[in-house]
C-alpha cells in the first residue's frame, strides 16, 4: 500500500507517558508507545518525536505557583529530556537505533540539535527524539514540534492525545461536544480549539504542515494515518490539500 506520508514528526504529550499514573513515567505505557513506534518504522517510515514535560514539571504551573518564569520554564526543558531517554531506552530494547538531540547541550545524555546531523539520522533509518524544546523559555514544545517539523522537512505533524480528535469542548467534561473530523489552521486559532498552541498552529499554517490529532491509545492509529485512512481529525488550508510548501 502506498504511504501518505513518508517523514513525519509525532509529538506526544509528557502526561501521555504516566499511562493511569498521576505522576511520573509508566514503564507499560513508554513500552506501548515503543511498539507503535516500531510497527510503522518498519514501514519505512522516517520518525522524529517531540515529547513534552508535563508528566514531570510544567514551566507554567510553576510560574503561577510563584517562580521565576525562564528558570520554570528551563526546568520543563529537562524533564523533556528524562521523558526523551525513557522513551529511547523502550525504542532500543526493541533494537531500534534512537538518538536524542537536545536543544540545551548535555553532551553525556544527548547529542547537540543539529539539522543536517537530525536529517541524516532519518536517512539513515534511525529514530531522532527533539528533547528541551526549542532550548527557550517562553516556547511550547508544541512550537518546538512545529518548528523542528519545518526545519526537517516532515510531512506532517502527528499529535497524539487522550481523545480521538479535536471536538468544540471538552468531551469529558461536555456530552454534547462535536468532533471534527477536518478544520482549516483559521477554525482553530478563532475558536480556540487547543489542537496546540497559537504560535505553533500559525507556524504550521505559514508553511502548510498539516496536523493530525488522534487518540494515541487507540492501537494501529499511527500506522492508519501514515497509510492515509480516516483517523482522528486533520488540521490544514482552506484548499484541503494541507500540502507542505517546498523550498525553492
Known sequence: MPLKYKRILLKLSGEALMGDKGYGIDAGTVDYMAREIKDIASMGIQISIVIGG?????????????????????????????????????????????????????????EPYIRRKAVRHLEKGRIVIFAAGTGNPYFTTDTAAALRAMEIGADVIIKG????????????????????????????????????????????????LPIVVF???????IRKIVEGKNVGTVVRGNDGAGVKKKNK
Do not use: H, W
Open 54 to 110: 508535563g508528566n514531570i514539571f510544567r514551566g507554567v504551573e510553576g510560574s503561577l505557583e510563584g517562580m521565576e518564569r525562564a528558570s520554570a520554564d528551563y526546568m520543563g526543558m529537562l524533564a523533556t529530556v528524562i521523558n526523551a531517554l525513557a522513551l529511547q531506552n523502550a525504542l532500543e530494547k526493541y533494537d531500534i537505533p534512537t538518538r536524542v538531540q537536545s536543544a540545551i547541550e548535555m553532551r553525556e545524555l544527548a
Open 215 to 221: 487518540n494515541l491509545r487507540g492501537k494501529g492509529n
Open 161 to 208: 492525545t487522550k481523545v480521538d480528535g479535536v471536538y468544540s469542548s471538552d468531551p469529558m467534561k461536555d456530552p454534547k461536544a462535536k468532533k471534527y473530523n477536518q478544520l482549516t489552521y483559521m477554525e482553530v486559532l478563532n475558536k480556540g480549539l487547543g489542537v496546540m498552541d497559537s504560535t505553533a498552529v500559525t507556524l504550521c499554517m505559514d508553511n502548510g
